[in-house]
T-cell receptor, first 116, second 112 residues
Framework: DAGVIQSPRHEVTEMGQEVTLRCKPI?????LFWYRQTMMRGLELLIY????????DSGMPEDRFSAKMPNASFSTLKIQPSEPRDSAVYFC??????????????FGPGTRLLVL | SQQGEEDPQALSIQEGENATMNCSYK?????LQWYRQNSGRGLVHLIL?????REKHSGRLRVTLDTSKKSSSLLITASRAADTASYFC????????????FGQGTELSVKP
């Protein structure tokens, strides 16, 4: 398997523009996570899905952020409109649940977002 | 917050020395995991230790878990320059469903 795939790897946009980040999880994994990492706040969990259903979106900063998982092999994280404070590295990760408790998560390479 | 706390925040050592990083957490866990992140890359899973285990080894890595103190340590023996990275602990709690709770990380620098 190629691992978790994210696109684009880098995104530079202007404030107010819509940004869409994409993720393809490892085939067969039933959990998908979106994280954001900044120097100031570290690694933050934004939202996660189980079998394509959003389970916990309490980490989504505000209504400008939305995430979807239309099928088991694809997820998007959308920011509309984007703001400079959204600049960060966004990671997608996937995993298999083991006996009701989270096991190893496999991270993608991340999307480095810069909002000017 | 249930977030793990890591200590130290940064560690600088010479190649060949051992590096020890610590992680503390607040409530009962099912397992604790350690991840490495090289600069500009995603996190990579290193090792998982379950609550009924006390010590685990993987190559030059040794992880211990003390559930009475709610703490874990990661020891890297005979460090190499390639070990330079950030190291994160992550905890899986029984009441957290699918979530892992990540610590803030320890930044390790190994000088050649």
């Amino acid at each position: 398997d190629a691992g978790v795939i994210q696109s684009p790897r880098h995104e530079v946009t202007e404030m107010g523009q819509e940004v869409t980040l994409r993720c393809k999880p490892i085939s067969g994994h039933d959990y998908l996570f979106w994280y954001r990492q900044t120097m100031m706040r570290g690694l933050e969990l934004l939202i996660y899905f189980n079998n394509n259903v959003p389970i916990d979106d309490s980490g989504m900063p505000e209504d400008r952020f939305s995430a979807k998982m239309p099928n088991a092999s694809f997820s998007t994280l959308k920011i509309q409109p984007s703001e400079p404070r959204d600049s960060a590295v966004y990671f997608c990760a996937s995993s298999l649940m083991g006996l009701g408790v989270q096991e190893t998560q496999y991270f993608g390479p991340g999307t480095r977002l810069l909002v000017l | 917050s249930q977030q793990g706390e890591e200590d130290p925040q940064a560690l600088s050592i010479q190649e060949g020395e051992n590096a020890t990083m610590n992680c503390s957490y607040k409530t009962s866990i099912n397992n604790l995991q350690w991840y490495r992140q090289n600069s500009g890359r995603g996190l990579v899973h290193l090792i998982l230790i379950r609550s009924n285990e006390r010590e685990k080894h993987s190559g030059r890595l040794r992880v211990t878990l003390d559930t009475s103190k709610k703490s874990s340590s990661l020891l890297i023996t005979a460090s190499r320059a390639a070990d330079t990275a950030s190291y994160f602990c992550a905890t899986a709690y029984y009441n957290q469903g699918g979530k892992l709770i990540f610590g803030q990380g320890t930044e390790l620098s190994v000088k050649p």
